[in-house]
């Protein structure tokens, strides 16, 4: 599927609610029309960096005891791409992102984030790096149930050292755009597993990161619901300038990126354009 036959998918409203002056926007080059694109490197190689890439997996192997469930792959994400990773239940889906992600260190292999090699860092490192360049989505509770969704949203901001009221006031403005004003007050508990999810990807996004990483981030939605959470993923990392890599089971989930890769035993097995 085209990039524009899946924006044409998408309900009216998505793509209305996130005007060109969606917060968060910077530079002229987040936001830009240039089309995002990715450039898978082919599997099992390492290549030699003759590109722009933002995100780049080198021949990232991990084993867990005698195991070895990803293998030498290798993969670049350019600025502003869309990834997708399909595959099997146990296929190396979560640990491939966790690596890309640095929540996982590799046994062999590493990641450059905008070439900087973040598997060298040490580990305090690694975490300030994790919170002001990527944001994560998961499939569910990953919101504070205690803290209403205002404080949730701006809880990364907050933890990077940004004055309450100020990080509030930012928080504030990604929720219109989310399609979720009006709950800012609410508690996780109180609102829909759709509206949660809206709630999360705010949190996700609201630091501005150069990688958004979602884990199955519709696998507790229902199938209308899943379509509208993922393009308002899709439009949000667009509008705001952000790649995104997104681990799904759901071909229609996945057919919303630019790209996909298929994971089988620990080897990416394909990609293909969706
Ligand atoms: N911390 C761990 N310790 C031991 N084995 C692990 C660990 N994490 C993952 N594995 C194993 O690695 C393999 C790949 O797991 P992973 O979670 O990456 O697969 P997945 O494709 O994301 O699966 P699913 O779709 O079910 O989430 C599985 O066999 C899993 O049991």
Not at 230 to 255: F, K, N, W
Request: hydrophobic residues 40%.
């Amino acid at each position: 599927m085209t990039h524009a036959r899946a924006r044409s998918r998408l309900p009216v409203v998505l793509v209305r609610i996130l005007p060109a002056s969606y917060p968060g926007m910077t530079g002229p080059q987040r936001g830009s029309d240039r089309g995002p694109t990715l450039l898978p490197a082919r599997h099992g190689t390492v290549e030699s960096m003759t590109h722009t890439a933002v995100l780049s997996g080198r021949g990232l192997t991990k084993r867990y005891g005698p195991r070895t469930v990803l293998h030498d792959t290798s993969i670049d994400v350019e600025p502003r791409g869309t990834l997708a990773i399909m595959g099997p239940s146990g296929s190396g889906k979560s640990t491939l992102l966790h690596l890309l992600s640095g929540i996982v260190q590799p046994d062999a292999g590493e990641v450059l984030l905008e070439g900087t090699a973040i598997s060298a860092l040490r580990e305090s490192e690694r975490t300030a790096l994790r919170r002001r360049a990527f944001g994560f989505v998961f499939q569910s509770g990953q919101l504070l149930p205690e803290l209403p969704a205002i404080e949730n949203v701006a809880l990364p901001l907050i933890l990077d050292g940004m004055a309450v009221r100020a990080a509030r006031d930012r928080a504030a403005t990604f929720f219109a755009p989310l399609g979720i004003a009006g709950l800012e007050e609410r508690r996780p508990g109180e609102m829909s597993g759709g509206q949660a999810q809206r709630v999360a990807i705010a949190r996700a996004m609201v630091a501005r990161p150069t990688v958004l990483f979602a884990d199955e981030p519709t696998g507790a939605l229902d199938a209308r619901t899943s379509q509208d959470v993922m393009g308002i993923l899709v439009e949000a990392s667009r509008h705001l300038g952000t790649a995104l890599v997104v681990v799904t089971h759901d071909p229609q989930v996945a057919g919303n990126c630019e790209h996909i890769v298929h994971m089988h035993d620990g080897r990416l097995a394909q990609r293909s354009a969706s």
